[in-house]
């Protein structure tokens, strides 16, 4: 009898261990992490306003980023790309461009990637100085 009660209590536990058939799949969304945010807000508002159709007519400079037409040049031969200098209004491809850049310096030096997407010498110290009062 001992048997029989010890081998239904066993058995008993054994049913209740076994999970339940749920033929469901839940999927929790995240969070899209886009670590460059808040420098291509500033930026676009340094160079151009946030305006998409900026232009420039002493530096040829186009778009949100203002990118001129060596930084064009440059990107197209490190790339193999054949964009061309009106394909800078599109706010979606000038954005590549510039993201492009930036990943080469990386996410955390905001400051580096700003001054190297200014260019060079005395002034990126002020374009920084710039920069710094829209990222907050």
Avoid: C
């Avoid at 037409?69 to 706010?91: C, E, Q, V, W």
Wanted: aromatic share 16%; proline share 4%; no cysteine.
């Amino acid at each position: 009898m001992k048997k029989i009660y010890l081998t239904l209590l066993l058995f008993s536990f054994a049913l209740r261990a076994i999970a339940p058939n749920n033929d469901s799949l839940v999927i929790i969304d995240s969070p899209v992490v886009e670590p460059f945010s808040k420098l291509i807000y500033a930026v676009g508002m340094v160079e151009g306003m946030g305006d998409t159709l900026a232009y420039n007519p002493q530096e040829k400079a186009i778009g949100y980023f203002q990118i001129r037409p060596i930084r064009l040049i440059d990107y197209n031969r490190r790339t193999g790309s054949h964009y061309a200098m009106k394909d800078m209004f599109s706010y979606e491809i000038s954005e590549k461009i510039f993201l492009y850049y930036a990943t080469q310096v990386g996410p955390y030096n905001f400051e580096k990637i700003a001054k190297n997407w200014n260019g060079s010498g005395a002034k990126t110290a002020l374009y920084w100085k710039r920069i710094k009062l829209y990222l907050q």
